[in-house]
């Protein structure tokens, strides 16, 4: 695409937005007031408000390598707490996608450089759960679950951090676990087990 291109699109859609709201940008630049936080991949073909059918708006967003929820991330726990504690969102979720670059990349045992350490927290997914991917034998299907035990992995990782254990207790936010699929289009809800995992979680994590 002719870089150019953007700002002709970008144009176009400043008329539609005004030609069936002459004041969207006057409301837009109110603030915000998101139902969800949405934690993703940055692959390019997958994007939050396309797949999930929303408004800008109505979902405070952060998108890194394989929707990673790192502890050490300043930039995740900073969007986490933002979120959490100044937006007041009432949903997190997490979204994963079948076909993803990153945990393909975790699965081969090749030097990735700059991506090791990232990729790593993969490959410690893979290593809780060595027995199940294993045990499937399509690599393909194998690759699928990772990505599905991945997601369901960063869930627990944000159900360990205090400002998603407080805002539970105070408001009843909850996290949610997604897999888009790729090749339907379809969001697969992997029916995260919020409460089973905070009470897990609060044995050793409980911090709130």
Request: hydrophobic share 40%; with cysteine; net charge negative.
């Amino acid at each position: 695409m002719d870089l150019q291109q953007v700002f002709i699109n970008n144009e176009h859609w400043i008329k539609e937005k005004l030609a069936s709201d002459p004041a969207y940008f006057e409301h837009l630049a109110k603030g915000q007031s998101p139902e969800f936080l949405y934690i993703g991949c940055s692959d390019s073909r997958v994007t939050a408000e396309d797949l999930m059918g929303i408004k800008p708006g109505e979902a405070f967003i952060h998108r890194n390598i394989a929707n990673l929820v790192n502890n050490v991330d300043l930039n995740v726990m900073s969007v986490l707490n933002y979120a959490v504690k100044h937006l007041k969102v009432n949903h997190i979720v997490v979204c994963g996608h079948y076909a993803c670059g990153g945990v393909k990349a975790a699965m081969t045992p090749i030097d990735m450089g700059i991506l090791n350490p990232w990729l790593r927290n993969i490959r410690d997914v893979y290593r809780l759960h060595k027995d199940e991917l294993n045990g499937i034998t399509d690599e393909e299907k194998r690759y699928d679950r990772l990505v599905e035990l991945n997601v369901q992995e960063q869930c627990v990782n944000l159900i360990k951090t205090a400002a998603v254990q407080q805002a539970y207790y105070e408001r009843g936010l909850q996290v949610h676990g997604w897999v888009f699929d790729i090749h339907t289009g379809r969001l697969i809800d992997l029916q995260i087990d919020f409460l089973k995992i905070l009470k897990w979680v609060e044995e050793i994590y409980k911090i709130s």
